[in-house]
């Protein structure tokens, strides 16, 4: 299979069409850099783009990341053996006292599939697990809330990281129904998403 | 002063076009563009099905007063809001409900969500496409009962819409009903585990109510991208047994 027949593949959301082409391209030779660069992951851009632009529904984009995961699992020994840099270090959470998962869990497989190292922190997270995974190394952590009553735990949490003396050391970015970029940018975080294509660009924007 | 009522024995009428909506997406649409995922849906349906336990808790309440916005019910709570004072002002009793599919199926959608988040997406949509049909259902029982005395129920009302904040509605209900009957609980944040579980009231009186839906009062109106789909409250079929 050829980069634009696997681009479309992944596009398509066919799961064992990407496996079985990612297999043959890698067997014709081709380098799986440029399997994921040229295929894989622009292949997920359009998904993001598609999503944005609300001619994709959230289950095609799933099917579609499904179809990503499982190139890059073919993908990844050969990577790591070609020592391919990694995307940076990302931990998102559903903010204390909230238990809403569903769209953190969208965000990460999204970040996942473009090439980040996620740690999920899960859901109801307090703000000494951010802060110890900024000391741990994150580069930025992405906090969710679906609720009005939890939305204040973002701020909670951002004055956490600074009390902890840790604030200039990662971005923040956070995400959820309630939200909008002026509440984002009123508690003092670096960014806001609406959805979890736009997290992926929002992300990269803020490690670049 | 009604007692509070627990029905467990609700046959949900749930399809695979509905678990399609219930992930936001069209399945006239996915139908056509992508067959794949309505095999999913139906995958989804079936063991859904077997994971969910549908049970609602409901008590009406004579309305004694409507003043300031605050209705004064019969058991001495109060119920207030703009919204509910708008909207249920014929009312001269009131219902407050609380309905669940229990947790087994968000226990699953957790396990499954890291190896097959597809698939976990589409057992999430069956929940919520059940949790309507619940809402729906118990929506009808009541209006059906009110029928039988000449009355009209209104559009059921959830905290959480405008004017109506998560936090005061919540309390506010769960004064007036144990929900612990049906294993229902709040957090700090008025926030219902198990999560597939609605909360809401619904005007009953002897003057019809205005027309309306959900989506009409809800605050994510502007942003929403699903909102009026098909589907919400009423569409589905369900009967009590």
């Known amino acids: 299979m050829d980069i634009k027949s696997l681009y479309d593949a992944v596009v398509e959301g066919e799961v064992k069409a990407v496996a079985e082409g990612v297999r043959q391209a890698l067997a014709d030779g081709i380098p799986a850099e440029k399997i994921l660069s040229e295929a894989l992951v622009p292949a997920m851009s359009e998904v993001g783009r598609l999503f944005e632009a609300q001619e994709f529904f959230v289950p095609e984009m799933l099917i579609s990341a499904k179809a990503m995961q499982a190139g890059l699992v073919i993908l990844k020994p050969q990577l790591a053996k070609n020592n391919a840099q990694a995307g940076g270090k990302i931990a998102i959470g559903t903010v204390k006292g909230d238990l809403h998962d569903i769209g953190k869990n969208l965000v990460i497989m999204m970040l996942e599939g473009t090439g980040y190292q996620v740690v999920d922190l899960g859901v109801d997270v307090p703000p000494e697990k951010f802060i110890k995974e900024v000391r741990d190394g994150a580069q930025l952590i992405g906090m969710s809330a679906m609720l009005t009553t939890t939305m204040p735990s973002m701020e909670a949490t951002i004055n956490a990281l600074k009390e902890a003396g840790v604030r200039d050391q990662v971005k923040v970015m956070v995400g959820g129904a309630p939200l909008t970029e002026n509440y984002a940018s009123a508690i003092g975080a670096d960014g806001y998403a609406q959805d979890a294509s736009a997290a992926v660009r929002r992300a990269t924007e803020l490690l670049a | ?241």
């Not at chain 2, 407050?96 to 199926?105: E, K, Q, R």
């Open chain 2, 1 to 241: 002063m009604s007692a509070q009522v627990v029905i467990t024995n609700w046959k949900l009428v749930v399809d695979s076009d509905m678990v399609l909506r219930g992930q936001g997406a069209d399945p006239s649409i996915i139908r056509k563009r992508k067959p794949r995922l309505v095999e999913i849906a139906e995958q989804a349906l079936e063991e859904g099905m077997s994971l969910i336990a549908p049970v609602a808790v409901y008590r009406v309440l004579d309305v004694k007063a409507l003043r300031h916005e605050i209705f004064e019910l019969s058991n001495g709570t109060k119920l207030s809001g703009a919204p509910l004072s708008q909207h249920l002002a014929p009312a001269k009793q009131i219902a407050a409900i609380v309905c669940t599919l229990g947790d087994s199926l968000e226990q699953r959608v957790s396990t499954l969500m890291r190896s097959d988040p597809s698939y976990a997406f589409a057992l999430d949509g069956f929940g919520s496409a059940a949790m309507e049909a619940l809402g729906g259902a118990v929506c009808s029982t009541l209006d059906t009962e009110a029928k039988t005395i000449g009355a009209h129920t209104s559009v059921p009302l959830s905290p959480g819409i405008l004017g109506w904040a998560v936090d005061v509605g919540q309390a506010q209900i769960f004064s007036i009903l144990d929900a612990a009957k049906i294993g229902v609980s709040l957090n700090d944040s008025a926030q219902m585990t198990p999560h597939k579980s609605i909360s809401m009231v619904l005007g009953i009186g002897a003057t019809p109510f205005g027309e309306g839906r959900m989506c009409d009062f809800c605050g994510l109106r502007e942003t929403c991208r699903y909102q009026n789909r098909e589907g919400h409250f009423g569409g589905q079929q369900a009967v009590t047994l």
